[in-house]
Every structure is written in structure tokens, then in C-alpha cells.
């Protein structure tokens, strides 16, 4: 639990950036965490919080702390015959805890499978993937407030979640340190396939009977098929939000690209797949040299060795100017650069 010093970050970030830490170090329950906010060092110098280091891009060496988080652990309390809570260390790898919770015949996970990353990082940013939200089974988490060290509980209306937001992103930036995070999930579960190529991949698969486990093994051949891996190219997966934007200017978009897709979303908006814009503004597959925008999917920005986050910076705001110029769309990252 002890400061480490001018530690190198390569290991802990998916992109692959080689920078360094000022200090670092790791903790794996609230006590230790508590301890470690108590430090001159920790209190002094601005803080981040990684865990699978998934959704990050360093650009920069960080003049600061790292605190890695390796909270573990999941308990099952079940309520009824309808709901379970499921209840989770924040440095559970997400993907493992939604396997877990299918082997426990429960259901409401099935849909953000495959998604990189761990479990604490989950309600930042409200992750999201065919069709599904956290917020849609979220019961509470537990946060370590940074300057106090008290441990509070947040239910679903205080976190504010929004598309990929929380309260998380914006009041509270940056002031609590999410410990655990409890799910409830249904005994009996209720599916959601109507969304993305889901269907398609089950009828392949000749699936006949659904279920949770069945779901989950298309999402993630639907993800492998279109996603690189991290262990083998680095990127933070999808790069970019898909922009929500009004009717009006779909209906718009539409006289000139009659194939622009879309999906419901909020009252009088829908959404619009950044990964279409970005391919139709001629970005897909796009290469310089270490880096660039992976040839399958044109929502990744990719590190193919040796690239410095400045660069990747750099390209997607490049994509952002032609995206912008050329549907009058404005694109905002959902990796957190630093």
C-alpha cells in the first residue's frame, strides 16, 4: 500500500501509453483507501483513480497519484422471486461479474457484455450497449468522499445518470472514489435483442430457446467481430459518444444521406452512430504510421506501437472538425484524455 515513485503507467492504461506516475499505488478495501487519502502526498497533488485503465488516454507523464483500485469481491441477496441485489467490489473486472451473475441465473447483464473495464467505473459513466443501460438495474453504490474519507451511499436519482453521464462526470468530478456498486437484477429475466445485429447473430447461432448466457455469447461475437483487443492493438474501445441531435436536423440529414441510421432516444432526439459519421467523413481505416483509426470500426482510434497520446489527441479532433463540417454534427470523446 505503500508511494511508489516515477512508475511507469504502460501496464495500467489499454491504449498502451508509456508514461509515468509521480507516485502510485494500489489499495484493496475502503480501509486501505482511507489511509492512503490521509497521506500528504495523496492530499496535495491531484489524484486519479484507475482500474482497468480502459477508458483513459494519457497525453502526458502524470505529475500526480495514481491509485490503482483492487477491490474484490461479490455477494447475491435475493430479494424475491423476481429480483436479486447483486453487490460488487469496484475493482471487479466488469466482464467477469457479468459472467458471474449469468452463472447465477440472473438476468439484466446479458447486453453489456464484453465491455472493458471494472465494475466501479461502470456508473461514472452510465455504460450503455444494445439497448441497455446501467441505470436500468442500477440499486446503489457505495463512494469514498477524497477530501473527508466518509463513505456515503448514492441511490439512482442522486447519480444523475444520463447518456454515458453521471453526476460522477460533472458536479461531483473528481471529489468521491466509488468502492462498490449494487445491481438489481431479475430472477426472471426479461430480454432485449431488438437492438443492433443481436437478432441476426442469435439466428446464426441457431439459438432456439433465449436466455441470459445465450445473449451474452452473441454480444460478445458481435463485439470480437468489430472491436480489436486491447491485448493486441491499443485503443479504449469506442473513442467517441453517438451525438444525440433533434428531428428536425435528422429529417434534414436524411434529404441529403437517405442511409443515415438512427435510434430513438430522448422525446424529440435521436441518436446517430458516430462510427457512420466517421466512416462517411472518410476516417475508417485511416493509418499514420503508430497510430490511427482501426479499419473495422471507425469509432476506435488505435495505437498500433509506439504512438504518443498527443497524436491520438490530435486526430480526434481532427475527426471532430470534419465531422462537424461535414453534418454540422459535433462529436464529443468518451475517454477521459488526460
Known amino acids: 500500500m505503500e508511494l511508489q515513485k516515477y512508475i ?55 505529475d500526480g497519484v495514481i491509485l490503482k483500485n483492487n477491490i474484490q469481491g461479490i455477494e447475491v441477496t435475493r430479494l424475491d422471486d423476481d429480483y436479486s441485489l447483486v453487490k460488487a467490489g469496484s475493482g471487479v473486472n466488469w466482464h467477469e461479474f457479468v459472467l458471474y451473475t449469468i452463472e447465477q441465473g440472473l438476468g439484466g447483464l446479458e447486453n ?8 466501479g467505473a461502470a456508473p461514472l459513466q452510465n455504460i450503455g450497449a444494445y439497448g441497455v443501460e446501467l441505470k436500468d438495474v442500477f440499486e446503489n453504490l457505495e463512494a469514498v468522499h477524497i477530501a473527508t474519507g466518509e463513505l456515503k451511499l448514492f441511490n439512482a436519482e442522486e447519480c444523475k445518470f444520463g447518456y454515458r453521464e453521471s453526476i460522477f462526470k460533472n458536479e461531483l468530478k473528481g471529489q468521491y472514489i466509488v468502492v462498490s456498486v449494487t445491481l438489481r ?53 469506442s473513442f467517441f459518444k453517438n451525438p444525440e441531435i433533434l428531428i428536425t436536423q435528422f429529417t434534414e440529414l436524411q434529404k441529403q444521406y437517405p442511409g443515415i441510421p438512427s435510434y ?8 446517430v452512430p458516430a462510427g457512420w459519421l466517421i466512416e462517411q467523413a472518410g476516417w475508417k481505416g485511416r493509418r499514420y504510421d503508430t497510430y490511427g483509426v482501426h479499419k473495422d470500426q ?27 463540417e461535414k453534418f454540422g454534427i459535433q462529436l464529443h470523446p468518451e475517454v477521459n484524455i488526460i
Open 264 to 271: 430513438p432516444t430522448t422525446p424529440g432526439k435521436v441518436k
Open 298 to 324: 471507425a469509432l476506435v482510434l488505435v495505437n498500433y506501437g509506439g504512438a504518443q497520446g498527443n497524436q491520438v489527441k490530435e486526430l480526434a479532433h481532427q475527426i471532430i472538425h470534419s465531422v462537424q
Open 112 to 119: 453489456l457484455s464484453l465491455i472493458p473495464g471494472t465494475v
Open 185 to 237: 437484477l431479475h430472477q426472471k429475466p426479461i430480454f432485449n435483442t431488438s437492438y443492433g445485429a443481436i437478432t441476426q447473430t442469435l439466428a446464426s447461432m441457431q439459438v432456439e430457446n433465449l436466455n441470459p448466457k445465450v445473449i451474452s455469447e452473441a454480444v460478445c461475437q458481435i463485439r470480437r467481430s468489430k472491436l480489436p483487443d486491447p491485448a493486441q492493438i491499443g485503443n479504449a474501445g
Open 8 to 62: 511507469s503507467l504502460q501496464p495500467y492504461n489499454t491504449f498502451g501509453m508509456e508514461v509515468k506516475a509521480r507516485y502510485f499505488a494500489s489499495f484493496s478495501n475502503v480501509t486501505e483507501l482511507q489511509e492512503l487519502l490521509q497521506l500528504p502526498e495523496v492530499q496535495q497533488l491531484s489524484k486519479l483513480i484507475l482500474g482497468g485503465g480502459s477508458n483513459v488516454l494519457f497525453t502526458r507523464d502524470f
